[in-house]
């Protein structure tokens, strides 16, 4: 825009230019000012970095293991980080985003069928449940199949305690789980993102192994929504989708379950899914891991470190082949 | 300042914008539970989102009757690369600890980093070649052809994304949309023109 100034121009009309000049800068900044608010906004939009305050509790470290038999002594993952980065698709896909879309999640009353090939089977209370062994703290590390690991002090009972309850008969060959299917509370569950309700499965001696636990609570207090609550499985040497959240129903069955996630991508989440860095996921590798609060990688260890224990499950078998 | 010098100061700042918010979280540890994941995820998004302003030039260009816009295109491609660089060095620095024959590894192994680094060694003579100086020495007809790429760079770009994501594929299908929508736009305008081109008004023509 060409603006002539002429010679001859009169007093006032220079002060017109001025103001002239005055509103275009007015202007200006107005366009800026909107154009850069809104960039920030659809920054923020786009890509939310989950709610942890960046004010962290200095993390403890690992006070007990398993009874003594799988002590874990690195450092804790911080409470702000364990309940701010959750993969629980029901809520959203956006790790950063579930605690705040689970916040209401109402958790009382809340049963447990248990049931299937059983000599007992039983619709427990949450709070009846959660007193049929006395709580146990258990510090596990948890390795996500992205590639990312914490390690969390968990509240939580056997879950091989709990099944002695219901008595599996001889014909039992594995335990399906499945979590509580409710649209209205779990905006997911309106999509087809996954097969609804989440399904995830163990063989029976996985499921009585010892250090399987149903978990109630995490750090000492009741677990939040976000990470499961009221009651969800912790099986430490496996990939973390294995841990089911927010559990419903427990079914003793003959036949392999086909779990939730098998069924999204059968080449890419076996039903074993045991953590093992020599096994790559088809479009990653899973040789190394990033401990959340660190910024280097560790190495990924077979069985998430948990080889002593449970390796003999696994005796003869491929593990490639059963991934 | 003239008009296309402040538009193209609203483009830097808006540009550079992302970049400032990224690095306050950082140091205020605000980044979230996984910040590495966070940088490595968000300046992949950005470098697609200035690819995207940068091809959607002309068919604004057109459609608007603001031909000035082209000025911008330049620096909206140069954010773009800018982005998808900041985004290899820190998948190479963070991921791989700047290990190159992992990298190589990666690059061959896993088809989403193949296209990922296909995309990006695309981007690069464009920015090379970005110049006016550039510009002159191949000749426009030329650089037209070359920096068609662009779409190339951005199809490897949208691939890229789809593959990396474990079953949320939303945004990557919305942004394979919004792609969708530019290039048949760019192909509506080679055969069929007279949708796409909206003449001019004549001077003199009486207002609508």
């Known amino acids: 825009m060409l603006i002539k100034k002429r010679e001859d121009t009169a007093g006032d009309e220079i002060t017109d230019k001025s103001v002239y000049l005055n509103r275009r800068t007015f202007m200006r900044g107005a366009v800026l000012a909107a154009s850069v608010t809104a960039t920030g906004l659809v920054y923020r939009s786009f890509t939310s970095p989950g709610g942890s305050s960046g004010k962290k509790s200095e993390p403890e470290t690992a006070r007990q293991g398993a009874g003594g038999q799988a002590a874990v002594e690195e450092k804790l993952t911080a409470l702000e980080d364990i309940s701010n980065y959750n993969n629980f698709y029901e809520f959203s896909t956006d790790k950063g985003g579930v605690a705040s879309k689970a916040r209401k999640f109402v958790t009382r009353p809340w049963t447990v069928a248990i049931g299937g090939l059983v000599n007992k089977p039983r619709e427990f209370d949450i709070d009846d449940l959660i007193k049929l062994a006395p709580p146990e703290e258990r510090v596990y590390r948890l390795r996500c199949v992205e590639g990312w690991s914490m390690v969390i002090p968990w509240l939580g009972i056997p879950l091989g305690r709990i099944l002695e309850k219901v008595e599996p008969n001889s014909k039992a060959r594995y335990v399906r789980f499945e979590t509580l299917l409710d649209p209205k509370q779990m905006p997911n569950q309106r999509t087809g993102l996954l097969a609804w309700p989440y399904v995830e499965g163990l063989r029976l001696d996985e499921a009585l192994h010892p250090l399987t636990i149903l978990a109630t609570g995490l750090y000492g207090e009741t677990l939040p929504p976000q990470n499961g609550a009221p009651v969800r499985l912790v099986v430490p040497w496996k990939y973390g989708f294995k841990s089911i959240k927010s559990i419903v129903k427990i079914d003793l069955v003959e036949d392999q379950p086909v779990s939730t996630w098998t069924?999204?991508?059968?080449?890419?989440?076996?039903?074993?899914?045991?953590?093992?860095?020599?096994?790559?996921?088809?479009?990653?590798?899973?040789?190394?891991?990033?401990?959340?609060?660190?910024?280097?990688?560790?190495?990924?260890?077979?069985?998430?470190?948990?080889?002593?224990?449970?390796?003999?499950?696994?005796?003869?078998?491929?593990?490639?082949?059963?991934? | 300042?003239?008009?296309?010098?402040?538009?193209?100061?609203?483009?830097?700042?808006?540009?550079?914008?992302?970049?400032?918010?990224?690095?306050?979280?950082?140091?205020?540890?605000?980044?979230?539970?996984?910040?590495?994941?966070?940088?490595?995820?968000?300046?992949?998004?950005?470098?697609?989102?200035?690819?995207?302003?940068?091809?959607?030039?002309?068919?604004?260009?057109?459609?608007?009757?603001?031909?000035?816009?082209?000025?911008?295109?330049?620096?909206?491609?140069?954010?773009?690369?800018?982005?998808?660089?900041?985004?290899?060095?820190?998948?190479?620095?963070?991921?791989?600890?700047?290990?190159?024959?992992?990298?190589?590894?990666?690059?061959?192994?896993?088809?989403?980093?193949?296209?990922?680094?296909?995309?990006?060694?695309?981007?690069?003579p464009l920015a090379i070649t970005s110049t006016n100086g550039m510009v002159k020495r191949l000749g426009g007809k030329r650089w037209r052809l070359l920096h068609r790429a662009a779409y190339v760079a951005a199809i490897l770009g949208v691939l890229h994304f789809y593959l990396q994501v474990k079953a949320d594929t939303r945004l990557p299908l919305l942004f394979g949309s919004v792609l969708g929508i530019l290039l048949a736009y760019r192909i509506l305008n080679r055969f069929l023109p007279q949708f796409t081109e909206r003449a001019p008004a004549r001077a003199g023509a009486p207002p609508r």
């Open chain 2, 1 to 124: 300042m003239d008009d296309i010098r402040f538009a193209k100061f609203v483009i830097l700042v808006n540009g550079l914008l992302p970049l400032v918010l990224m690095a306050r979280d950082a140091l205020g540890g605000n980044l979230g539970a996984n910040p590495v994941e966070f940088i490595i995820h968000s300046t992949g998004i950005l470098a697609l989102v200035f690819l995207f302003l940068s091809l959607a030039v002309t068919p604004l260009r057109k459609v608007l009757l603001l031909p000035w816009l082209v000025k911008l295109r330049r620096m909206l491609g140069l954010f773009a690369f800018f982005y998808a660089s900041v985004h290899l060095i820190a998948y190479s620095g963070f991921d791989k600890t700047f290990n190159i024959p992992a990298i190589v590894e990666d690059t061959f192994k896993r088809p989403f980093i193949t296209l990922g680094m296909a995309g990006f060694l695309l981007l690069l």
């Open chain 1, 263 to 323: 069924t999204a991508a059968p080449n890419e989440y076996g039903f074993f899914s045991n953590v093992n860095p020599g096994v790559p996921h088809p479009r990653w590798s899973q040789a190394r891991e990033r401990r959340i609060g660190e910024f280097g990688l560790r190495d990924t260890l077979l069985f998430n470190g948990y080889g002593e224990q449970v390796a003999g499950l696994y005796s003869g078998m491929d593990l490639k082949a059963n991934f």
